[in-house]
């Protein structure tokens, strides 16, 4: 499948795998994906297995992503992990703003903006998430929500950063349900997304950033969701934390 952006497939691990676990699955999906030159793979294990997952992937084709980031360079903040820090595993993705911080962490876009910045200043690329939720999709208010997040949570980036920005849609309806989005509703937010982009960044950098599609991704609907000319990649959760399904998410993507 020819597609304009190369595809960007993560594994969003969230609060799962002991160092040793991670260690495990990482040697797999190593092996399952050696191969693969055609999809930027990215792994984004707890902040506890970064160090070993780093040292485990050195000279492959996988890539390291953090799953959030404090907006600070150091200080008192408890509990927080700062750019360099990242850094030093050699982390290249932060994902910033999952639906699942927005809601248990009471992240808000303004939050993310200034997390975003933060993530270009380090020399990192964000993977910033947006998504409805079922009442609000219910409601007709998709695209409200979507233009609200977008703008707000991008607010303070450049054109340059910008592009090297990786948006993730991520319907919170479809996240961890096994309800999927439909090839349709999928290609329908990430064209509504890519428009805002093109309003608020131009045109270059709205044809240049990949969007990822988010909720429920797994082997049998990875090739559909990834034929449409919107979605350039995946944000996968459930089904990153197995290696088979994870490797046959990205070989069915191709
Ligand atoms: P899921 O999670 O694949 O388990 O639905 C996706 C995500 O939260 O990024």
Redo the contacts with the bound molecule.
């Keep these: 499948m020819e597609k304009e952006r190369k595809l960007i497939i993560a594994g969003?691990w969230k609060m799962n795998k002991t160092v040793a676990e991670a260690l495990d699955l990482v040697a797999d999906i190593k092996r399952d994906l050696r191969e693969v030159k055609e999809v930027d793979i990215v792994v984004c294990p707890p902040f506890t297995a970064l160090s070993e997952v780093s040292k485990a992937i050195l000279n492959t084709n996988l890539r390291l992503g953090a799953q959030n980031m404090n907006e600070n360079n150091f200080g008192a903040y408890t509990g927080e992990i700062a750019a360099g820090m990242l850094k030093e595993f050699s982390v290249r993705f932060v994902i910033l703003g999952?639906s699942e911080r927005r809601q248990y962490q009471k992240e808000t876009d303004e939050l993310i903006a200034k997390k975003a910045l933060a993530v270009h200043t380090a020399s990192l690329k964000p993977i910033v998430c947006v998504g409805e939720t079922l009442t609000e999709r219910e409601a007709g208010k998709t695209e409200k929500v979507l233009q609200t997040q977008v703008r707000g949570s991008l607010s303070t980036l450049s054109k340059g950063q910008m592009e090297e920005t990786i948006l993730a849609y991520?319907p919170v309806w479809?996240?961890?349900t096994g309800k999927t989005a439909t090839t349709n509703q999928a290609q329908e937010a990430h064209l509504f997304i890519r428009r805002l982009l093109l309003d608020m960044f131009g045109e270059t950098v709205a044809r240049r950033v990949r969007i990822q599609y988010?909720?429920?991704?797994k082997p049998s609907n990875a090739r559909d969701l990834m034929s449409q000319p919107d979605v350039d990649g995946a944000?996968?959760?459930?089904?990153s934390l197995e290696a088979r399904s994870f490797a046959d998410i990205i070989k069915n993507s191709i």
């Design positions: 969003n999952h991520e479809a996240i961890g988010g909720g429920s991704v944000l996968v959760g459930g089904a």
